[in-house]
């Protein structure tokens, strides 16, 4: 994950848990930058990198120890970096349906209209993730439009339900990323590892699906 990316997410998370007044002082400032290998959060003067480091460094490090391990090591400085934009809210509500539907497009289960979207390419090569395809291309959700036949039979299978809108899909999400909670459930951001261990769970239900036809 690249610092902008970290960023961005982690700005949406700060903006919900810190009052306006901290997040305004202390967080929309910072820009960024990266020296000697490490993750550099510029602040304007001294004051400001002190109040990053006295009440904010814990906060950033449990952020990215949970949405960017095994990345640089953030440093505080006083100078002047790259701005970046707070992650879109529509992105992270769509932020279920992306990653099943980056899965199916990794099984091609896609429909031919989706294929022929501007930014599939994007989508396929990992350079977007499914969650900012939903929201840019699918206006914000999916249908059978999105799929071909398989893909429609499956997503109906798994994802659909006319009671509560979603099949088993939901209660596998929950279990494999440890929510326990609908807040926990919106907080959640794009994550590579998450979208690797869900491919896993959408795939095994898949698998089981399909062996279910044969029978």
């Not at 209209?113 to 959700?141: D, K, T, Y």
């Not at 596998?172 to 951001?189: C, M």
């Amino acid at each position: 994950m690249k610092l902008a990316d970290f960023w961005a997410q982690a700005l949406r998370r700060l903006h919900s848990e810190l009052s306006e007044q901290q997040f305004n002082r202390a967080i929309a400032p910072v820009t960024l930058g990266e020296q000697d290998g490490a993750w550099v959060l510029y602040a304007k003067n001294q004051f400001a990198v002190n109040l990053l480091r006295s009440q904010y460094t814990a906060k950033i490090a449990a952020l990215q120890a949970e949405l960017a391990p095994d990345t640089p090591a953030v440093c505080y400085k006083i100078g002047s970096g790259a701005t970046c934009a707070m992650a879109d809210a529509d992105v992270q509500a769509a932020l279920h349906t992306g990653y099943y539907y980056a899965w199916a497009v990794s099984q091609n289960l896609h429909s031919a209209a989706a294929e022929a979207l501007p930014l599939f390419g994007a989508l396929r090569h990992g350079e977007i993730s499914g969650a900012e395809f939903v929201v840019r291309q699918l206006n914000g959700g999916i249908d059978e439009t999105c799929f071909n036949e398989l893909g429609n039979r499956f997503t109906q299978y798994y994802y659909a339900d006319d009671d509560e809108g979603y099949g088993h899909f939901m209660d596998d999400y929950f279990i494999a990323l440890g929510l326990q909670t609908e807040a926990e459930f919106y907080r959640q951001t794009w994550q590579p590892a998450h979208q690797e261990q869900l491919n896993a769970v959408f795939q095994a239900a898949f698998d089981k699906w399909k062996s279910s036809l044969k029978s």
